[in-house]
């Protein structure tokens, strides 16, 4: 591998990335880019981060032996979770053995549920939230619907993407919501979190850098969901003086309490009256921020490889604004090919990044259109149009 001359970055060679997905494999481009020596893991074999790293290894991460096996086999300098379903408590075993955790294991274990992060959140550190109740039966769900009144959200605590989440809308709806609820969660049956429903005039991204020479922010990134899945972004999002440094007191504070370096994304809900509401945060790079591939000098994962790698961050960039669309499988491909990319790619300032993944299921995100513009409008318009000239097919 290549020496690094620097000091900051001589220390990270080896970088054990655990989870391949869209944001696994262009964080493993970017730290190979710095010299470093990735391997990638997944639970399936030629998932997209392994097939442009330069080892890759198939285990069951929420398993913790072989969790620690690969660590022990590959000896990284960094331990990097791309993913929330992993073995957290492994992490942090292996974090007091010396072995450094990006960006904390605390962060990663108050992340992986709703309930750790969400108490952190509220409870200790007072950030404003939506108003929530715990419930692990029915007749809890019941009494905390009431409670918060309809409609409500309801989300198993772990899930991610908007798997096993439901707005329930009136007291008939309860029984379908909670089985839903017991279906979709990552861990089976179990806990869920009961919300009220929060009518916010948009929802953003701040992408919040914690790096050696202090905490950057990216312009914020607004986007849109459709049954908890993102699939469409754009940046930067318009918001008053006000509503930006409340972010950005929200943002300092929750990954300041996290600790560790790299980018954290953290989602707020702005609301029309001006208030802006913590919702969640990923201790990696977001979903939503892959719309900084085309608008910043360095995207989400460019920054985020120098944050953990320690190398001071000189400032953030935002070239253009920007907009991402999500291409989503229709249904299930066992082979599943692009058609028309030479048609998006005929409209002006438009890429494409297809992930690579070796199968589809409906609704699975299977690559993402970027589009640059003069505004964030126009470069969704045109991110849309372009996204619609793809066709997923067998
Ligand atoms: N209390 C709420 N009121 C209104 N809308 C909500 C509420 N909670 C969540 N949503 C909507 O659902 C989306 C997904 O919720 P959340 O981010 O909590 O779940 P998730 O499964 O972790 O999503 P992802 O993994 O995509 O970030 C939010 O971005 C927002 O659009
Ligand atoms: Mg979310």
């Not at 969790?67 to 590959?74: I, S």
């Not at 309930?115 to 715990?134: D, M, N, Q, V």
């Not at 299977?366 to 067998?394: R, W, Y």
Request: hydrophobic content about 40%.
């Amino acid at each position: 591998m290549l020496e690094i001359g620097t000091p900051y970055s001589a220390s990270a060679k080896r970088a054990l990335i655990l989870g391949s997905g869209e944001l696994g494999k262009e964080l493993t481009l970017e730290l190979s880019r710095l010299g470093v020596e990735v391997t990638a893991c997944d639970r399936y074999a030629n998932a997209p981060a392994m097939q442009v790293a330069h080892h890759s290894r198939v285990f069951d991460m929420l398993n913790p032996e072989q969790l620690r096996q690969a660590v022990l086999e590959t000896n990284p300098n960094l331990i990097i979770p791309e993913v929330e379903a992993i073995c957290t408590p492994e992490l942090l075993r292996l974090e007091q053995e010396g072995w450094t955790v990006v960006p904390t294991a605390r962060a990663t274990r108050l992340t992986m549920d709703r309930e750790g992060i969400r108490r952190l959140a509220a409870e200790e550190l007072s950030l404003p939230t939506a108003k929530y109740i715990f419930a692990d039966n029915f007749e809890e769900f019941t009494i905390a619907c009431r409670k918060l009144e309809f409609p409500c959200v309801v989300k198993p605590i772990m899930s991610s993407s908007g798997k096993g989440q439901s707005v329930v809308r009136t007291e008939a709806g309860i029984q379908d919501a909670w089985n839903y609820a017991q279906e979709g969660g990552r861990a089976g049956a179990g806990r869920v979190i009961v919300e009220e429903f929060v009518p916010f005039e948009s929802e953003i991204t701040l992408l919040t850098v914690r790096a050696i020479n202090g905490t950057h922010f990216c312009a914020p990134i607004g986007h849109r969901q459709v049954n908890g899945d993102y699939v469409e972004s754009w940046q930067p999002h318009s918001m008053t003086e006000n509503q930006i440094k409340e972010a950005q007191i929200i943002s300092a504070r929750i990954t300041e309490s996290l600790g560790g370096f790299g980018l954290f994304g953290v989602e707020l809900f702005l609301l029309k009256d001006g208030r802006v509401l913590f919702s969640e945060v990923s201790p990696r790079p977001h979903d939503t921020g892959m719309v900084t591939l085309t608008t910043q000098a360095w995207s989400e994962f460019a920054l985020h490889a120098r944050a953990i790698l320690q190398i001071p961050i000189a400032q953030v960039t935002l070239l253009s604004a920007g907009a991402s669309v999500a291409l989503k499988s229709p249904q299930v491909f066992a082979h599943p090919k692009y058609r028309g990319i030479e048609n998006a790619l005929a409209l002006p300032n438009v890429d494409v990044r297809i992930f690579g993944k070796p199968n589809a299921t409906e609704g699975r995100r299977m690559g993402v259109v970027l589009a640059s513009a003069d505004t964030p409008t126009e470069a969704l318009k045109t991110a849309l149009n372009a996204a619609n000239k793809i066709k997923i097919v067998e």
